[in-house]
Nanobody
Framework: QVQLVESGGGLVQPGGSLRLSCAAS????????GAWYRQAPGKQRELVAE???????NYADSVKGRFIISRDNAKSTVYLQMNSLKPEDTAVYYC?????????WGQGTQVTVSS
């Protein structure tokens, strides 16, 4: 069975950058679709970015132009490069392999953007 391990979260100042990693173990078929979601206190979980097996990407309007999702299929890893971070980006970030409903979720990693 596949498991996802997230890393890269932390505290950063506005305008700074972080790179999140989501590494899959247990199956080379584990990440047909890779996605990042986030959930801030008092808000619904929202899709941040997604990437297909072939590399097609989709971004939430709120992060378009600032975040980049990528994948390394040989390493079964999906990344989220976050640039020009804003306080409203503060949330717990979750990676998903597969669909929202049936996919495998990572444990979540906290991203805090604060001065």
């Amino acid at each position: 069975q596949v498991q996802l391990v997230e890393s890269g979260g932390g505290l950063v100042q506005p305008g700074g950058s972080l790179r999140l990693s989501c590494a899959a173990s247990g199956s080379i078929f584990s990440m047909r679709r890779g996605a990042w979601y986030r959930q801030a206190p008092g808000k619904q979980r929202e899709l941040v970015a997604e990437i297909s097996l072939g590399g097609t990407t989709n971004y939430a309007d709120s992060v378009k132009g600032r975040f980049i999702i990528s994948r390394d299929n040989a390493k079964s890893t999906v990344y989220l490069q976050m640039n020009s971070l804003k306080p409203e980006d503060t949330a717990v970030y979750y990676c998903v392999a597969g669909s929202f409903t049936y996919g495998t979720w990572g444990q979540g990693t906290q991203v805090t953007v604060s001065s």
